[in-house]
Every structure is written in C-alpha cells, then in structure tokens.
C-alpha cells in the first residue's frame, strides 16, 4: 500500500459547483499536510497547508484533516474555470536541519476540469 | 527575486549520454531538492540538501549524483541515462521554519 492514496479522477464539475478533493494515508507520523495546485507543463504551487488536525480556510478554499481517520480534503466552493488544474496531496513527517519541514511524500493527484 | 530556476526546460538524450540538470535559487533557502514526476506515480524524491556540503538520498536516487558546494545550486547528474529516466524533473527549495516548499517550472527529459 502507497503511503499517501489520491483518487486521480479526472474529476469535471459545472461551474459554481463545490469540490471535494480528498487523499487518505497510512503513516501515522505525518504532521503537516498540504495542498499543492499544478496548471499543465507548470511547477507545483503551495495552495494551502495544515499542521496537524483541524481546519483551515483561505478564500474559497477550505483543507480539513483528521488525522484519527487519516484523512485529508481539500474543499473549493463556487469554483471557477481558472480552478481547472491537478490537485495534489502532500505530507511530512518531520523537520529536517534547519527547521524546514523536509521531505514531502505526494499523492498521485486529481485532474480537475470546470466546465463554463 | 527570480525564485527556483532550472535550466533547460527540454532535453532529449541518447542511452549511455551523461548530462546535468541545474537548479539555482536566490532565497538564500537551506533545504533544496529534486523530484521526478511519472504519470500515474505522482512526485517523488530523488535527493536533497539541508544546506551546503549536505546530501542526502530520497526515495528514487538510483542513477543520480548530487552535490550541494553552495546555498544556490544544486545541480542534478544522470551518469548514463536509460530509457526509465525519461520524465519531468523539478527542483524545489524552503527556507527554515516553514512548510513553504516552492518548486522550478520543471525540466522535461527524454532518453531514446
């Protein structure tokens, strides 16, 4: 079993809709926890990241984790058309020297479509 | 603040050929690393660097050298590149404290 499992979809919505991204782990040593959006033949950019359980919410984004289910979401509401990218989990176990929080392990991603 | 640059965005190899990925960052970050993007396989680490003088091996370091001589680059090396090496390489880097890991826009690399 992968550490880190994502449903890859492809996943296409109308626009306005909410989405549900979600990812589910197995390694009970994971800390943080985040959300990395990706536009076709672009580098990965940090969307949004959580320490430990709860919620957070930044925009039309929420990310939720629970961590006695090893789960994680990503929730975007009144999604737009410029949404439309893969979404990708990601988490870390520990800080490496330094403080940064080192090595992250992804999921596979989810391929968002918006539809106009 | 140019951010993470890799360079060259696209490059097509020979079996056998030996050639060096590089990746620089202007942040003054301690932590960088490289990655590989597969379909189907998500990112996965290849090595990383904790500051300069310092690596260490990731998920995937089998066929790949690094060397970290300063905090701005970290230059990645195919010895003898196959066919499995065919895939989209990114370098990444964050500064301490954070979990802020900022990636390149990628290097596109095809051996034939």
């Known amino acids: 079993q992968k550490e880190v499992e994502q449903d890859p979809g492809p996943l296409s919505v109308p626009e306005g809709a909410i989405v549900s991204l979600n990812c589910t782990y197995s390694?009970?040593?994971?800390?943080?926890f985040m959300w990395y959006r990706q536009y076709s033949r672009k580098g990965p950019e940090l969307l949004m990241y959580?320490?430990?359980?709860g919620n957070k919410e930044d925009g039309r984004f929420t990310a939720q984790v629970d961590k006695s289910s090893k789960y994680i979401s990503l929730f975007i509401r009144d999604s737009q058309p410029s949404d439309s990218a893969t979404y990708l989990c990601a988490m870390s176990a520990r800080r490496n020297y330094g403080g940064s929080q080192g090595n992250l392990i992804f999921g596979k991603g989810t391929k968002l479509s918006v539809k106009p | 603040n140019a951010g993470v640059t890799q360079t060259p965005k696209f490059q097509v190899l020979k079996t056998g050929q030996s050639m060096t990925l590089q990746c620089a960052q202007d942040?003054?970050?301690?932590?960088m690393s490289w990655y590989r993007q597969d379909p189907g396989m998500g990112l996965r680490l290849i090595h990383y660097?904790?500051?300069?003088?310092?690596?260490d091996q990731g998920e995937v370091p089998n066929g790949y050298n690094v060397s970290r001589s300063t905090t701005e680059d970290f230059p990645l090396r195919l010895l003898s590149a196959a066919p499995s090496q065919t895939s989209v390489y990114f370098c990444?880097?964050?500064?301490?404290?954070?979990?802020?890991?900022?990636f390149g826009s990628g290097t596109r690399l095809t051996v034939v």
């Open positions: 959580t320490y430990s359980s």
């Open positions: 942040m003054n970050h301690e932590y």
């Open positions: 990444a880097s964050s500064p301490p404290g954070t979990v802020r890991v900022i």
């Open positions: 390694n009970s040593a994971f800390q943080y």
């Open positions: 660097s904790v500051g300069a003088g310092i690596t």
